[in-house]
């Protein structure tokens, strides 16, 4: 069968994917789930180091999917019962992936020996995937065992030890120098040879597999507590087993991409896969999936519910994925209540997904409506048709379905604003005052009311092969506006900047129409003169930041801690990747046409306003 073997880094987990070949067996990846804690305690996990486990996945020439181990060991009881934020779903998650990426895996190989406990949830992680859990080495007596990895050439060093007769002094040890000591341990205190119960933990450095000998360069060993040691690895090289050449480690550490928080709002730039260090993937699901779990991680660490986010952006390289982007989707926002989400193909883009979100812990309106009728179009994928927060409306982008039917009209913007029309009117409000109304267009640019302020996006295909998909996002208590429109024109770009903004406090929408441009920079620079002059001009700013609200310091802000989305569309999105647009929340689209649109907006003091207009 051809299988994926769990790798901890250990003696046994080496040995069991070993003994799977010997068997007949065809090895396709190793999985690691790796915490982002330098030592955490798992009952179900070694804690080998990311490090350590790409020198051994470089060390075998085999691809490794690796993930991160948030979970807890929640539920104890020997039989596992399914547990929100239990390490076993990390696994569950974990090995999806593994399925997402190599379609064609039968069967997990771990190296458990006499642990029930591990076994079973290594068991139900495979019962709900149907892949077979292969355990080689189950039921092995523990000495015999020892004897034959160390017989096979597995050379393997002990990290971490947590039992009585084990010190500091033995960390860096090979097992194979402390066979003898832990004989007498297993003697006088029933003491697993194997280490299984979590007695010691081991770092393979070598075995007849490896084409290169892991070399612990910079360690550091010390005594945790009084019953458990440990040896702190910083740096490892490799060393060539025929040559004695050293081999760069192809390490690196998994990304975290940037997240902007404010006081009372969450938002990303644009969300891939190779974000998140994953630059292998192999298919929509596998990179959407990738996504989705890179999100939870950020959700958590900045602890924002998952039912706190509100909107998601989505495009997708080829929109004939969209079925099995939506697969995926659902495990993350299956839930009563969804996100309104926009989803568009932009066919060019360097990537099979792209993703962004928005999210309020403020209290939400949902319009979530899944029936056929004449009213509005049903959903057509999991999410919600509007969300109202923070005194605005947020719809899910439109495509011109008839509702009774759920089949395309030809005149696609007028059943678009219909359908815009009947949502916004289930939820109280009227299609005026528009926030954004983002216009995404197949072929030719669509005729749009010039009230509602279109920016348009040129994609290349728009969910049921519509024309026309418009977004749009609308202020509920909206403020005086002012608008000026002017033309940037150096050698260097040409470009038409529309404006609309409040003069009092910072609010402003800024749509720039780009010509031509050569030097992405010189234009970034240009919009950066306009901003900072638009944010000198106004009186009234509030913090941003929870500790500034009772700082007693001025505030030291610049125009760019209130930008809150800028749209940045190009066909080589690449080249504005810089500036400061790196700084906030920027979504690169690849499109035909090339333009921003910025949003500014001081919420403290909209909020403010709000209040005083509707005393809520």
Known sequence: MRFVSLLGGGKDSYYALSRSLSLGHELLCLAALHSPQTHRDSRLFNSASLQAVQGISQALDKPLVSTLLLGQSLCQELVYTRTEGDEVEDLYELLTLVKYRFPQVEAVVSGVVASNYQRLRIEDVCARLGLVSIAPLWKSDQMTLLREEMDAGVEAVVVKASAMGLTQDHIGKTVRELMEHFAELNEKFGFNMCGEGGEYQTLVIDAPLFTSKLVLVDTDIQATSSSTSLMTISSIELENKETGAKVPLQYSPLPVPPVFKTIDH????????????????????????????????LLAANKVALEDVYYVHATLQNLGDFARFNQVYKWLFNRPGPPARCCVETSAQDCRVKMALKATSDPKKVLHVQSVSSWAPANVGPYSQAIDTQDKLHMAGSIALDPASMTLVREEVGQCLENLKAVAGAMGCEVVNTEQTVVYYVGGKPEIPPQFHPFFV???????????????????????????????????????????????????????????????????????????????????????????????SPLSTSIFSYITEVRLLSPVPETFRQGWLVSVPCYFVTSENCGLLISVEDRLQQATQDFLQVGS
Request: charged letters at 25%.
């Open 266 to 297: 969450f938002t990303t730039g644009e969300l891939t896969a190779a974000c998140f260090g994953h630059t292998a993937c192999t298919s929509t699901e596998d990179e959407a999936f990738v996504i989705l779990q890179g999100i939870r991680s």
């Open 458 to 552: 040129k994609v290349t295909r728009i969910p049921k092969d519509g024309n026309v998909e418009i977004e749009m996002h609308i202020k509920k208590n909206y403020p005086a506006m002012k608008t000026e429109d002017s033309v940037l024109e150096t050698e260097e770009f040409k470009a038409t900047l529309h404006k609309r903004f409040n003069s009092e406090w910072l609010y402003a929408q800024y749509q720039v129409e780009v010509e031509r441009c050569t030097q992405p920079a010189a234009l970034l620079a240009v919009l950066r003169t306009h901003l900072e002059a638009y944010f000198d001009s106004v009186p009234r700013k509030s913090p941003t930041m929870q500790f500034d609200l009772l700082s007693r």
